[in-house]
């Protein structure tokens, strides 16, 4: 296939991916996506060989899926696990078919333009902007900013992700134009502004340890730009002068409550309804858990025995399919902080990856279409970061290239 042709398709899936979630969006969705996977076969005759091996989540989430599979014979709905097995049999083909064309016609930049397109749309919404209203989820039982997601969380996962994406251009590519540079630094900044409107805990929780990471792997370089970082931070407070309180309690206002009643929930002060709830499921799903661990009850049902599912990833594992479930999907993670430790290089990619498994002792996370992109995208990275590690070893290459020689190989081929 022509290459022009590979990112449009792909840029249609992945949006198909973010933005799924309205029911006149299905049937796009299920087009592209059978677009996707003809264009896959199609291109993989014309090459002799295709080394998969690097896509672990697609070989890791196999055995998972075997697994779920076979838990229908002693799962209590067995309809809704068979149901459940499928939808995680197609995340493995999406994993495959979208890391071929990923790696195959280096679209790494590619995804990186789409998320930050993402999240500038939702940033629209936030501030009230028309553009894309269209796109916009409304939920009357739950007064939480959800932008284009149906969840505020998802959205605060998504755009913490961002963050990271921002984050990490700042750390490699420090030499690049003001213009580039300012549109990260907007966008980590509409990033926290509007995951306090989505009053995810999750989202502000972790978006400050993000920061706080950040800062503390690239500390001596940050106190070598003091003079910079002063003028943002200047900056930042001129803005807070001159905002209304009013507008600040009414936006953040919902974000802080929330924060405040999980803090005395959790310190034993008050009772706060969703974080005993979470604690309850945490606790039963544990004891269940020892009562079965090697088969568990069937992958998804959960749900079945607590109308509600776990809000723990570990758990709903630990519960669905016993004590391999969650060794298999982690050893995806483990996988990537391993090959970073040994190749010492990646800091920051493994504090997100470590921020995301930590993330999910209140999310379910391992069969997300979401999750599975922010993975693919890790995995590659990694791999790339790994190989221009090694080639730094081998080719004098300055420091500030390195990121451009990571995601666009081919100007430096010629080095090699």
């Known amino acids: 296939m022509k290459p022009l042709h590979v990112k449009i398709l792909v840029s249609l899936f992945i949006l198909s991916l973010l933005f799924l979630n309205k029911e006149w969006l299905v049937m796009y969705g299920w087009g592209i996506s059978f677009l996707m996977y003809l264009a896959f076969f199609l291109d993989l005759q014309k090459i002799k060989h295709f080394d998969f091996s690097q896509n672990i989540h697609g070989y890791r989430m196999f055995p998972l899926a075997m697994l779920a599979l076979l838990s229908v014979i002693w799962a209590p709905d067995g309809e809704a696990t068979l149901l459940h097995t499928l939808m995680l049999f197609v995340t493995i083909l999406n994993s495959f ?59 605060a996962i998504m755009l913490l992700f961002s963050m990271f994406l921002s984050l990490l251009f700042f750390q490699e590519r420090s030499s690049s134009s003001k213009a580039l540079k300012g549109l990260h630094i907007i966008n980590i900044v509409l990033a926290l502004y509007t995951i306090f409107l989505t009053a995810s805990r999750k989202g502000i929780t972790f978006s400050f340890l993000l920061l706080f990471l950040y800062g503390l792997i690239n500390f001596k370089r940050m106190m070598a730009s003091f003079k910079t970082i002063l003028i943002v931070g200047l900056a930042g407070s001129l803005v807070l002068f001159f905002v209304k309180i009013d507008f600040v309690t009414d936006t953040m206002g919902p974000a802080f409550e929330r924060l405040g009643r999980m803090l005395s929930t959790m310190g034993g002060k008050s009772n706060e309804g969703s974080t005993e709830e979470r604690v309850m499921f945490i606790r039963e799903g544990w004891i269940q858990f020892t009562a079965s661990p090697f088969i568990g009850y069937g992958a998804a049902s959960f749900k079945y025995y607590y109308h509600l599912y776990a809000h723990n990833n570990y758990i709903e594992l630990l519960f669905g399919v016993g004590f391999l479930g969650p060794l ?89």
């Open 97 to 155: 078919v979208l890391y071929y064309f990923v790696v195959r016609y280096n679209l790494f930049s590619l995804i990186v333009y789409l998320l930050l397109g993402y999240s500038f749309i939702n940033y629209s919404l936030a501030l009230g902007l028309p553009y894309f209203g269209f796109l916009q989820n409304h939920d009357e039982e739950m007064a939480r900013f959800i932008g284009t997601e149906l969840n505020p969380n998802y959205l």
């Open 328 to 416: 298999i999907y982690y050893s995806i993670h483990f996988s990537i902080l391993r090959k970073l430790w040994e190749h010492r290089t990646g800091a920051f990619l493994a504090a997100f990856v470590l921020i995301l498994m930590l993330m999910d002792v209140g999310l379910v996370s391992y069969y997300d279409k979401r999750v599975m992109l922010m993975l693919l995208f890790i995995i590659v990275l990694a791999d790339r970061k790994i190989a221009e590690r090694k080639a730094a070893k081998q080719l004098t290459i300055p420091a500030e290239n390195r990121w451009e020689q990571a995601i666009f190989p081919e100007e430096y081929a010629h080095l090699s």
